[in-house]
């Protein structure tokens, strides 16, 4: 199997045929309009076919998002996926991405040991959750202001992981090292909201059908939180939010209870991988 860099001028219907010979349902044939503005796309050709595929997103800072991996149907079980990634890998490495993570469903097994393999380790298990937006029965959000600042440590997945999700859109990417300067910049671009010890961070321009926007709890409890934040979308003019939170039974109940579901293109225990090597000594 070759490597070849993808065109997304040119190849983007070609992409979507291999999707959906791969999986008539991949969630990835809603997406890839927006993947396409960004990344480093391979495809793995075989024969004159396309037999894989792939992205890797530069987040900046050394660190990257490795994605999207997908092996045809009929060329699975064959190694092609582990030459895939140890390709992408020695890709990542050329442009100087040293620090890199993927999300990966608990129960896909084969990808787990594939990533395993290949030097990443578990950092912590999220689930995808979503939620309709809400007109009443929580605290509101408030824009935040310049004076604003978070008081005590940011909770959520940036405490348990030292990462925070950067939110999709203008940033792109996900899970880039936690950096106090990030809540100055998202006061600044206005995606900041706060409350009595409630905080979290919004991108509202992420789907448009239904429109949904994509959040990330910063701080507060999960009852009190969590109804905030679905009044918040209300408020936007959002008919659902989504959000990787921490995952445990007992926090996977609560979930459940405040009327958040698993999203439906993914299993409800995800494991963010992170793989990390030194930097090149400069020549």
Known sequence: MELHRLDPEHELERLREFLSESDPHDYLLEDIDEWIRDGRFWVGVEGGSWVAFGRIHDLGHGAGWVSGLRVGLSKRRQGLGSQLLSDMLSDARSVGL????????????????????????????????????????????????????????????????????????????????????????????????????????????????????????????????????????????????????????????VYADLGLSAHPFWGDRIHLYERTEAPSASP
């Open 98 to 253: 040293t620090e890199l993570r993927a999300v990966i469903e608990a129960e896909n097994l084969a990808s787990r040991r594939l990533f395993a393999r290949h030097g990443f380790l578990p950092i912590i298990e999220m689930t995808l959750r979503r939620a309709k937006a809400i007109t009443v029965g929580a605290e509101p959000l408030r824009l935040a202001g310049t004076g604003d600042r978070l008081d005590g440590p940011v909770g959520w997945v940036p405490a348990l992981t030292g990462r925070v999700d950067l939110l999709p859109g203008a940033e792109g990417g996900r899970f880039g090292r936690w950096d106090p300067h990030i809540v100055d910049r998202w006061i600044t671009e206005g995606k900041l909201y706060v409350g009595p010890g409630l905080a979290a961070a919004v991108q509202v321009d992420w789907l448009r059908e239904p429109r949904t926007m994509w959040v990330n709890p910063l701080q507060g409890p999960e009852g009190v939180l969590l109804p905030a934040i679905a009044l918040l979308a209300k408020a936007l003019g959002q008919e659902e939010w989504q959000a990787y939170l921490p995952s445990t039974d007992h926090l996977r109940q």
